[in-house]
């Protein structure tokens, strides 16, 4: 059974904004919340299934502390929609202007705060089973005397809070010793399951029947409600794939790559801007180095193996790295700086 790429979700064409509001089932209470609500009543719709494939790293990255980046991402994706819908009244001065006043409909910035910290946890525990050794996942585990599994509290508490930490088996002695029995990485894929399948019937998924156009037939597809639940599928998804994340050498952005897939020199780019930009960052760290040891420019030009640089542009490597020629990575896109200057060897302009 394959996802369907075809789903498609609305947001707000002007964006949206954090306003303070009362919720309609707690108008009596003096508290207010902090609300997503959109900037206006145009609308358009994305595919995001088609048009990303890391949105859900997209979206674990967020800052859950930054109300800014929820609306940043909100503006470019939309709401997260499901049950994290909410209907508010606006907060003004007078209590009775509250209750006559329109009611509009948001999302709790509290409620993207948790739904950002499980997806960061869940997304670390996928990234822990990948590469951790035996050793550290095995300190994530705990053993009840009565032969239960516990996940470490602390270590993944952002997803204890959300589904527990009790791994739940069944009664016969069988299965908790075949469990007792099972590598760290095996007990922790049964817990990451656990949690995947919590959100996934949380936020709510259709299986509908769509025409498979290479041979012609009827075959089944899963198809998210909201964008909340296109996010944890699309991770259920890659964690089926075997794929490994990765975040970009220089700027960080999560990036993905097949199964088997490998990078040549070991680093991984979200784009060629971003590879020349950290080779020349890191040719400038070192030249920076060797300045400081009173290396003459032509003596850092032969350490470098730049024979082909001229000394100006050496000069500009060992300047100021705080300028914005050096930290800003649009000045070093070709691997040029401020616009001239050093070119990877073998650049000829075409």
């Not at 509001?21 to 707690?26: A, E, K, V």
């Not at 656990?194 to 041979?215: F, N, R, S, T």
């Not at 290396?295 to 060992?318: P, V």
């Amino acid at each position: 059974m394959k996802i369907s790429k075809s789903f498609r979700w609305s947001l707000s064409q002007k964006g949206y904004m954090v306003v303070d509001g009362r919720l309609l089932s707690d108008l009596d209470s003096v508290c207010t919340q902090k609300l997503l609500v959109p900037c206006g009543d145009e609308m358009v719709s994305r595919a995001p299934l088609q048009e990303s494939g890391i949105l859900f790293r997209k979206f674990s990255k967020l800052d859950p502390t930054n109300s800014t980046e929820m609306a940043a991402f909100a503006k470019e994706w939309g709401l997260l929609g499901g049950r994290l819908r909410r209907e508010f009244k606006l907060v003004t001065h007078d209590d009775a202007d509250v209750a006559e006043a329109p009611t509009q409909i948001g999302e709790m910035v509290d409620d993207w705060d948790q739904e950002i910290r499980k997806m960061r946890a869940t997304v670390d525990l996928w990234k822990s089973i990948r590469t951790d050794t035996p050793d550290k996942l095995n300190a994530l585990i705990c053993w009840t005397l009565g032969g239960d599994v516990l996940i470490a509290d602390g270590a993944v508490r952002d997803l204890t809070y959300a589904v527990g930490s009790k791994i739940p088996i069944p009664a016969s002695e069988m299965c908790r010793t075949l469990l007792r029995a099972a590598t760290p990485s095996v007990i922790l894929l049964f817990y990451l399951r656990l949690v995947i399948e919590k959100a996934l019937e949380q936020h709510g998924l259709d299986i509908i029947p769509a025409v498979d156009d290479e041979a012609p037939t009827v075959v089944l597809e899963i198809r998210p409600r909201n964008l909340v639940g296109t996010i944890w599928l699309q991770f259920a998804d890659a964690v089926e794939r075997g794929v490994t994340l990765y975040d970009c050498a220089h700027c960080g952005m999560p990036i993905e790559r097949p199964r088997g897939s490998r990078s040549k020199e070991g680093r991984n780019f979200c784009a060629g801007r971003c590879r020349q930009a950290y080779y020349w960052e890191q040719k400038g760290k070192v030249a920076r180095e060797l300045h400081a040891e009173g290396i003459s420019l032509e003596g850092i030009r032969a350490r470098l193996k730049l024979e082909n640089t001229s000394l100006s542009a050496i000069r500009r490597l060992i300047g100021d790295h705080s300028s914005s020629t050096q930290s800003n990575p649009q000045a070093w896109s070709w691997g040029k700086v401020d616009g001239k200057g050093p070119r990877p060897r073998g650049y000829s302009k075409r």
